[in-house]
């Protein structure tokens, strides 16, 4: 798709409602992957030089999230590439699978989902 500044802030409002709907802090969003590439390398390591080959990518320790907006070819793939980056931001923890993609299609649906607690390490009786 061809970024322009419509669809720059329809991105970004769809962003704000699905980190709502998850209750996941609204991370910081790149666009293109010259800022995927002007971004300081610790936060983009591991997937740098690498982005434009995926749709999306989250890179979870920093907040941050890479829409590869000129890969996408439509709507609904972009809608999809933003729910699937922030059910990862919303389940850490949970690799791709069958469950994963349930959340996501539950996620695009409308559903909405508690903070995510990190589980306690420590045992009390
Ligand atoms: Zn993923």
Redesign the pocket.
């Known amino acids: 798709m061809k970024l322009d500044p419509d669809l720059t802030l329809q991105i970004l409002e769809k962003v704000g409602i699905y980190s709502s709907h998850f209750s996941v802090s609204e991370p910081q969003i790149l666009l293109t992957t010259k800022e995927v590439l002007d971004a300081p390398k610790e936060k983009t390591e591991g997937r740098r030089t690498s982005a434009y080959k995926y749709y999306g990518v ?1 890179y979870l320790q920093h907040n941050l999230v890479f829409i590869n907006v000129r890969k996408i070819p439509d709507e609904k793939t972009l809608e999809n590439t933003i729910v ?2 922030l059910i ?1 931001m919303r389940f850490p923890y949970l690799a ?1 699978g069958k469950r994963f993609n349930k959340l996501v299609r539950q996620g695009l649906g409308g559903k909405t989902f508690p903070p995510y607690r990190k589980r306690s390490k420590i045992a009390s009786i």
């Open positions: 989250s699937h980056e990862h791709h």
